[in-house]
């Protein structure tokens, strides 16, 4: 039978929740004609409807709170047969605000110390709200509506409108004030007995009555005990109303909840009694109680704890919570004092949090004050106007700055010369003089100033010297020193001529003082003067000379003060004197454009290609010649009209890798003027070797066969030459060995199968190097039976072994070797038998014997 089914789409729908039913959502269309019905299953199908025609409606309210989804599978039927779908609606449930928030509690209580600092949470109130939270409809906020009681219509309380946590203002932490009750000290409990005690202690009763009948105890036994036994449901200090909005209250259609929150006041006696002021060097009885703090439980332990790592800490605390001070304090040592006071119970647990005190350390006026400077000393020129400044004295005090113990004042007490000249501020100690200086009345005035605070005093000395003023030109004995002659070659440092000069001004002033310039012709800043400043000059060489650059030199030479010239005057010709230099020529050695070079150049170099080309020239332009030393292999010719040097041999970096070549420049008239360069030449490596086998031959027990390990070398360098890659000729594989890599030089050879007899292979073996370069050589193995000291067993009469071509060499040689001496030792023996039968014929005369 053909399948008539259509298709239903999946569909996605939103539905706000309490939507008044029935209320259609969506029409299914199906193209089957014979659709009689449509069906429904999934999570709340109850509350979701589906007619014959295809719509989707709902038959009951929807509930964000109760479910915010829905997934239900629609068929549709012809008769009982499903002939479209199932299809998936998924309905969305849109949230409305139909949820006031609620707190959690009805009431809260809570209890808040006096002093409680300003927005530390004492109490969080909290509250829900059923609706959406992931939109404004489920977003809270948190407000005060009322405080009672408020007479001074001051907030004491504030809360977070996000956290609901509650805290005290600003003024609740100076106002909030617990109710009146007695103070018990430690060790001390609330009961009868002891309320008796205090009582006694605050009220001194002067009437015997008992104290049942006493209206003024029964009060205050009366007001203890509901000060110690606060009910902070019935009997609160503060009650707040606080409110809670959802859409976070910005909205006229905000839904809220309240809730009411009663407060207790508790006494607070653990209250910071500083900043504490301790005059220094105190006198009195030490340890001096400087200070009590009393925790709110009354069997706290108290521990002093510095919080400034000083070796000196002149404090401890009593167990009755008493700060004690040990010794006298100095200021000047310390002006200040952290203590951190610790409240703990008996197993060490904080029981309040650490209280840090300041203690302050007073000033008292125990420093008298000290001059800056043992003696002070000054300069001012003459002539100087009346009421310029000379200077200020300087002086301190050790007692506190900004106080009347550190006021400095001055005064001036003597002068000598004896005179008025000079004024001193009395606050600042500056000085300035009254009257016009001359030298020539006294170089220099010494004053005696008294420095004083409000008890103590000290002397300070003064020197003032006058400086003369600079009235005079320096002038030079001649004003042009002539024609001098120098040698080209002469060294750096060298004299060339000593000028001198005079100056008519104070010999101990800078006035006087002379320094040598050159203001003209000096070219490239060959010469210097150098002077002591006592007027004699030296002109000195201070750059090499060049004849051919500047064969001579007018130079000018100023004569200058470092003191500016008096008003009015200044420098001339007096003050300048000439000089003219000429260079005389000498024959200088070549030179060549660098003494030391350096260059790469790869060994396969051609043959007749220029590798340097050596510059030089002769300073007086004569003709030079070039030739070459180092070259210990021939490799290289250098060409002695024009210094190139070309290739004549093949350089080869693996013999040698780096050339030191001496190029020598020298005159053709005059060899002896020459001039060496050093030339350095590195060889660089090209891929000229290809990997070698260090070992050709091998043997394998075929008992106990073992790999064979081969190892190549090459003597290129990288990236020429390891690692090697060994192989099989045209990478074919084997079939009785196996080669594997050992390492970048090695590799290992392994038989697969052992042969049935003794027997010898020979085995290409392909080594390339880094680059791929390499060929295939022979290795050759001997599958044999070893002995026991792992050797190849070879049958008598018979070699165990084909020997190399370099093997049999050396065997035919020592085999021919050992016939020349054996050949020699017969020879030596028939001559000395010989020599005994001649001896024999000559005493006997019988010659027969030698036939």
């Known amino acids: 039978m053909k399948d008539k089914r259509g298709p239903l789409e999946n569909i996605s729908l939103d539905v706000k929740e309490q939507t008044a039913v029935p209320y259609a959502i969506y029409q299914f269309q199906v193209s089957h004609p014979d659709v009689t019905e449509f069906r429904l299953t999934g999570e709340g199908h109850e509350d979701i409807k589906i007619g014959e025609d295809g719509w989707l409606y709902l038959d009951q309210p929807l509930d964000w709170a109760q479910n915010s989804h829905y997934i239900i599978a629609v068929v549709a039927l012809a008769g009982a047969e499903e002939v479209a779908g199932p299809a998936f609606v998924t309905i969305n449930v849109l949230d409305i605000n139909n949820h006031a928030p ?20 004492f109490l969080r109130v909290s509250a829900m709200d059923l609706d959406n939270p992931e939109s404004p409809n489920g977003q809270l906020t948190y407000s005060l509506v009322s405080q009672i009681p408020d007479r001074q219509k001051t907030p004491f309380f504030q809360i977070n409108p996000v956290t609901g946590e509650i805290s005290t203002t600003e003024d609740g932490e100076n106002m909030l004030k617990a109710r009146e009750s007695l103070q ?23 009437q015997n009555i008992p104290y049942e009948q006493n209206p003024f105890y029964s009060c205050v036994e009366r007001t203890e005990i509901r000060t110690r036994n606060v009910d902070p449901l019935g009997d609160p ?23 009411r929150v009663n407060i207790v006041v508790e006494r607070n006696l653990w209250i910071n009694p500083g900043p504490i002021t301790v005059q220094e060097h105190l006198k009195g009885s030490y340890p001096m109680v400087i200070a ?28 009755e919570g008493q700060v004690q001070l040990t010794e006298e304090l100095d200021r000047e040592e310390k002006d200040m004092y952290i203590l951190v006071v610790m409240a703990e119970d008996y197993h060490g647990n904080d029981m309040e949090s650490p209280m840090e005190i300041q203690v302050v350390v007073e000033d008292i006026n125990d420093n008298i004050p000290k001059c800056e400077n043992e003696e002070s000393i000054f300069e001012i020129q003459e002539n100087e106007p009346v009421g ?40 600042s100690g500056r000085i300035q003089t009254r009257e016009t200086l001359w030298r020539k009345d006294a170089t220099e005035y010494r004053l005696t ?9 000290t002397v300070c000395k003064v020197v003032i010297k006058v400086i003369d003023v600079n009235n005079e030109l320096p002038l030079f004995e001649t004003n042009n020193y002539g024609n001098v002659s120098i040698l080209e070659d002469s060294p750096v440092g060298d004299t060339v001529l000593t000028v001198r000069a005079s100056d008519a001004d104070d010999p101990d002033s800078g006035s006087s003082h002379i320094l040598f310039t050159i203001s003209s012709g000096n070219h490239g800043d060959v010469f210097a003067v150098e002077t002591d400043g006592k007027g004699e ?51 200088e050695n070549p030179e060549f454009s660098s003494s030391v070079l350096s260059l790469s150049v790869p060994e396969d170099l051609p043959l007749g290609d220029v590798l340097f080309h050596a510059e030089a020239k002769d300073p007086e332009g004569k003709d030079i010649g070039f030739k070459m030393e180092g070259d210990v292999n021939g490799w290289l010719v250098i060409d002695a009209a024009t210094g190139e040097i070309k290739t004549k041999a093949k350089l080869d970096r693996e013999t040698v890798e780096v050339l030191e070549l001496t190029v020598t420049a ?11 360069c050093v030339l350095t030449v590195r060889l660089l490596d090209v891929n000229d070797n290809h990997p070698k086998l260090k070992e050709t031959q091998a043997f394998i027990c075929t008992k106990s066969p073992q790999p064979v390990v081969l190892t190549a070398m090459d003597p290129d360098s990288a990236p020429f030459s390891m690692p090697f890659t060994f192989s099989f000729p045209q990478g074919k594989k084997s079939p009785n060995w196996e080669l594997t890599a050992v390492d970048g030089s090695s590799a290992q050879l392994k038989m697969k199968k052992s042969p049935s007899e003794d027997k010898t292979f020979m085995i290409p073996i392909s080594v390339t190097d880094n680059a791929g370069m390499g060929v295939t050589q022979k290795f050759e193995v001997r599958v044999c039976n070893c002995t026991a000291l792992g050797h190849c067993y070879t049958k008598p009469g018979t070699h165990a072994f084909k020997y190399s071509m370099g093997v049999t060499v050396a065997i035919l040689a020592a085999t021919i070797g050992f016939i020349v001496i054996a050949f020699g030792i017969v020879v030596h023996r028939i001559n000395k038998s010989n020599e005994r039968k001649k001896k024999a014929v000559e005493e006997t005369g019988d010659t027969d014997g030698m036939l």
């Open 184 to 206: 018990y000290g430690r060790g001390e409990d609330f009961n009868i007995v002891n309320l008796k005690k205090k009582f006694d202690e605050y009220c001194s009763p002067t």
């Open 102 to 121: 609620t707190f959690e509690k009805p009431m809260y209580t809570a209890a808040v110390r006096e002093r409680s600092a300003n927005g530390e949470a």
């Open 388 to 427: 310029n400044q000379v200077g200020q004295l300087l002086a301190h005090d050790s007692d506190e700055a900004g106080t009347s113990n550190a006021l400095l004042m001055y005064a001036i007490e003597t002068q000598q010369p004896t005179s008025s000249a000079f004024s001193m501020d009395g606050v």
């Open 537 to 587: 000059g030296r002109l000195v060489i201070v750059k090499p000379l060049d004849f051919e650059a500047s064969p001579t030199y007018t130079l000018q030479i100023d004569a200058r003060n470092p003191e500016a010239l008096m008003a009015g005057l200044d420098y001339d010709s007096k003050s300048s004197t000439s000089v003219f230099i000429s260079v005389t020529d000498v024959d």
């Open 237 to 259: 200090d503060y009650t707040l109303i606080v409110r809670v909005e959802d859409l976070n209250g910005a909205s006229e259609n905000a839904l809220s909840g309240n809730t």
């Open 449 to 457: 100033v008294k420095v004083s605070d409000p008890e103590f005093s």
């Open 292 to 319: 009590q703090v009393q925790a709110n439980q009354p069997n706290a332990t108290y521990r002093l704890v510095q919080k400034e790592r000083q070796l000196k800490f002149p404090f401890t605390i009593t167990v």
């Open 666 to 676: 020298f005159e053709k008239a005059n060899p002896e003027k020459s001039t060496k």
